[in-house]
């Protein structure tokens, strides 16, 4: 079985005459959790869309070492979970937060065959184990930002994929709302160690189990190592194209500038 | 008030309207879930003028006008789901686009057209009472069709109504099942032509589902409420135009619009909502 989890070698992807991601590469190893950081238009989701299988590409992508197209098979698609952005629901929509996570068991369940209670179970007990039974029987639109982006997690793990891919998971959340998403990320990855891709723009909050950021630059990797290197004023700096500083007090990463 | 409504039902021309009233009314009422909570109102109206521009042509070759409207509303789905799935065209704008389209061909073959145009405009109306059993047992297939798709695929639906591209992640037949609807909905709204028409069925394909909304967070009670307030406006509609001597298409989205009034104004949904927000500003 090969070690790399995601192989993506010179991939480009083209929407009209713009060009959103220029032959990046990244080889992603089983169990690693890996930042992908860049400004706004940088090519971020467009990585992740690729490996999720939203996007049509040129260029290689494996995983697990089978070659994948944006065309993929229901066992393809269950390896692969996947996070999405913070998005409105709307406060009506008849669906409960255990019904969200259990959509997630859905591919996996297969056509003509009944969830079952014991599914209803399943994503009770994981609800259970991500401190979200609280909010199993209350309708999904109207819990805060916060609490549906970790419904929208247990949705991901529900699905038991091999990686999981998330986009942006903290936007648009307070500070505080955000650390929390952040632990339970990291007690994901800790506890199931899985392999893991964490779009961002904001490197100031990111889980502490990550170790390795990839930069993207107008659709470009602009460097791809160790979390320390990649989070350096130097290497920020050419990142953003602003004089930029960064440094460390107890632990946590703050940023400076003019 | 009764006696006289029994009698009537044993005539054959009633006992279709009554039987085809119920079958529009659950067919109608079924779909509506989709189109409400896809947020898709315009999806009727595209594929009632589909059938339209299909029946205008199909007079024009000498071919029978329902079934051109009914091949038509087939091609118009068959076309919308590729087309609503670009990127670059949002959904509604699509509907709202393909809805023109179809418009200035009806319009371009209703001003080429130089016999009579009654066998097209009866499309635009309907008439429950001059059914023929064919026109009955089309909608009865096809309301069976859609009864045992929403069985079969409830899990799936309910994956593809919440998210489509999340359900697409978790490895669910999204685009199948998105397709099928449209598909459907295209089939629901050309066999229905002959019962309320193509311009009455937009509220039958938006009320009971916009019912529904104001009621339950349940799914499934979600079909079942929906079901229910289409196949109750039917029949009190009918039976309304029957005893008040009225058209039975407007008798029957008036009372869909008096049965949502009432959701709307009882709605234990709102009251929750307005019971929340004010405990947020307390």
Wanted: glycine letters at 8%; charged letters at 20%.
């Amino acid at each position: 079985m090969s070690e790399h989890a995601i192989n993506l070698d010179s991939v480009t992807v083209r929407k009209t005459r713009t060009v959103l991601l220029e032959s990046a590469s990244l080889h992603v190893t089983r169990g690693e959790l890996v930042g992908v950081i860049g400004p706004n238009g940088a090519g971020k989701t467009t990585l992740l869309n690729v490996i999720a299988g939203f996007e049509k590409f040129e260029g290689v992508l494996s995983i697990f070492g089978r070659p994948e197209t944006h065309r993929r098979s229901r066992e393809s698609r269950l390896r692969v979970g996947y996070v999405p952005q913070s998005f409105p629901v709307d406060p009506t929509f008849p669906i409960l937060a255990v019904e969200a996570v259990m959509t997630g068991a859905i591919g996996r369940t297969g056509l003509f065959r009944s969830p079952g209670r014991r599914q209803r179970e399943e994503a009770m007990a994981l609800m259970e184990t991500m401190r979200l039974a609280h909010l199993a029987a209350r309708p999904l639109g109207q819990l805060s930002g916060g609490e549906r982006q970790k419904v929208s997690l247990a949705r991901a793990i529900i699905q038991r994929p091999d990686i999981l891919l998330m986009d942006e998971p903290t936007a648009n959340l307070d500070i505080a709302v955000q650390k929390e998403v952040l632990d339970l990320i990291d007690e994901i990855h800790r506890k199931d160690g899985l392999t893991a891709l964490f779009v961002t723009h904001d490197f100031t909050m990111l889980p502490t189990a990550m170790r390795r950021a990839v930069l993207l630059d107008r659709g470009s990797v602009l460097f791809d190592g160790d979390i320390e290197t990649a989070l350096s004023g130097e290497t920020l700096t050419r990142l953003f194209r602003y004089p930029l500083e960064t440094f460390r007090r107890n632990g946590r990463r703050f940023i400076s500038y003019d | 008030m009764i006696d006289p409504l029994v009698d009537v039902l044993t005539y054959p021309p009633i006992q279709r309207a009554a039987l085809a009233c119920v079958l529009c009314g659950a067919s109608c009422s079924l779909l509506s879930v989709f189109v409400v909570l896809m947020k898709m109102p315009l999806i009727g109206v595209s594929m009632s003028h589909a059938a339209f521009a299909g029946a205008v042509l199909g007079m024009l070759l000498d071919i029978n006008p329902f079934l051109s409207g009914f091949v038509m509303c087939l091609v118009a789905a068959g076309a919308l789901g590729p087309l609503s799935d670009r990127t670059d065209l949002a959904p509604e704008n699509m509907l709202g686009i393909l809805f023109s389209f179809l418009m200035g061909i009806a319009f371009l073959g209703m001003g080429i057209l130089t016999r009579t145009k009654a066998g097209v405009l009866n499309l635009m109306w309907g008439s429950l009472l001059t059914l023929s059993g064919f026109d009955v047992t089309i909608l009865a297939v096809v309301t069976g069709v859609l009864v045992l798709f929403v069985a079969v695929f409830f899990k799936e639906i309910r994956a593809v109504l919440f998210n489509r591209r999340l359900a697409r992640a978790s490895g669910v037949p999204e685009r199948m099942i998105y397709y099928a609807l449209l598909f459907l909905t295209g089939a629901v709204v050309s066999s229905n032509l002959a019962t309320v028409g193509g311009l009455l069925i937009f509220a039958l394909l938006v009320q009971p589902g916009a019912t529904a909304l104001q009621l339950t967070y349940n799914m499934k009670h979600f079909f079942l409420i929906s079901a229910a307030s289409g196949i109750g406006a039917c029949a009190s509609g009918l039976v309304i135009s029957y005893i008040f001597d009225l058209p039975s298409g407007a008798s029957v989205v008036l009372m869909a619009t008096v049965i949502f009034a009432a959701a709307y104004l009882f709605s234990p949904k709102r009251r929750r909502a307005r019971l929340t927000e004010r405990n947020r500003i307390i």
